[in-house]
């Protein structure tokens, strides 16, 4: 299994995790560990996994992006995609 670092937590985000933690009884590590797999439980589908889950998926946020008047063009996806990286 992994190992994760995570650095300059904030005191507040710290004691509300020690706290949560206590009341589920559950160590420090244990309770990070369900927080992280709950909120990523309805992100994007694996494409190794299930291929027509995951393009079902990128067909529903097409869709509902067009809906609010959203589109973008590749070079935007593209630009998007590469603005973190630089």
Same mark, same amino acid.
């Given at each position: 299994?992994?190992? !994760? =670092?995570?650095? +300059?937590?904030?005191?507040?985000? %710290? +004691?509300?995790?020690?706290?949560? $933690?206590?009341? +589920? #009884?559950? /160590?420090?590590?244990?309770? $990070? !560990?369900?927080? *992280? /797999?709950?909120?990523? &439980? ?5 494409? $190794?996994?299930?291929?027509? $889950?995951?393009?079902? %998926?990128?067909?529903? =946020? %097409?869709? /509902?992006?067009? &809906? #609010?008047?959203?589109? *973008? =063009? +590749? ?9 973190? #990286?630089?």
């Amino acid at each position: 299994m992994a190992t !994760i =670092t995570l650095k +300059n937590v904030p005191d507040d985000l %710290h +004691n509300k995790l020690k706290a949560q $933690a206590e009341r +589920n #009884r559950r /160590s420090l590590n244990q309770e $990070a !560990i369900e927080i *992280l /797999s709950d909120g990523l &439980a309805d992100t994007i589908p694996s494409p $190794a996994l299930d291929p027509e $889950a995951f393009l079902a %998926h990128v067909k529903k =946020t %097409h869709d /509902s992006m067009e &809906a #609010r008047g959203i589109c *973008l =063009t +590749n070079q935007e996806v593209l630009d998007a995609i590469n603005f973190g #990286r630089e």
